[in-house]
């Protein structure tokens, strides 16, 4: 994916672009979750 600083971002892109930031934002929370549940369940067993 690349990026130019210089072009001026449409407002449809701005809008994909932030839905993209809260996807991967979701993803990595869930991840961090699972990440937390596994040690949580791997300390008790």
């Given at each position: 994916m690349q990026y130019f600083?210089?072009?001026?971002?449409?407002?449809?892109?701005?809008?994909?672009?932030?839905?993209?930031?809260?996807?991967?934002?979701?993803?990595?929370?869930?991840r961090r979750i699972m990440r937390s549940l596994e040690k949580f369940v791997g300390g008790r067993l």
């Amino acid at each position: 994916m690349q990026y130019f600083p210089s072009t001026i971002w449409r407002k449809g892109d701005k809008d994909r672009a932030a839905e993209m930031i809260q996807a991967i934002e979701k993803m990595l929370k869930t991840r961090r979750i699972m990440r937390s549940l596994e040690k949580f369940v791997g300390g008790r067993l």
